[in-house]
């Protein structure tokens, strides 16, 4: 069974920094695509960031240049270190990868809040 469990969420003033971490298991996690994702309240989910298995990276337009994605394999973690956070990067955070096999699976979530 794969699950995926997120990290490092919390409360920072704007200009600030976090680094969320998300470990996998029961998953050939060196093969699978991970990403970060996120949803405020009242909106739909959207992506943040991806990392392929080859360690190719993409972003959304809002955080480039703020977040890197980042992976380890051998601990089976992808993080994603965001700096000069923003009070519109508020919103619940959750890991997601894309297998081999091509099933996705999401972590639980954990929350991220930033105050002017």
């Known amino acids: 069974q794969v699950q995926l469990v997120e990290s490092g969420g919390g409360w920072v003033q704007a200009g600030g920094s976090l680094r969320l971490s998300c470990v996998a298991s029961?998953?050939?996690?060196?093969?699978?695509?991970m990403g970060w994702y996120r949803q405020a309240p009242g909106k739909q989910r959207e992506l943040v960031a991806l990392i392929s298995s080859g360690g190719g990276t993409n972003y959304a337009d809002s955080v480039k240049g703020r977040f890197t994605i980042s992976r380890d394999n051998a601990k089976k973690t992808v993080y994603l270190q965001m700096n000069i956070l923003k009070p519109e990067d508020t919103a619940v955070y959750y890991c997601?990868?894309?297998?081999?096999?091509?099933?996705?699976?999401w972590g639980q979530g954990t929350q991220v809040t930033v105050s002017s």
């Open positions: 029961g998953t050939v996690f060196s093969l699978n695509t």
């Open positions: 997601h990868t894309l297998t081999y096999s091509r099933a996705t699976y």
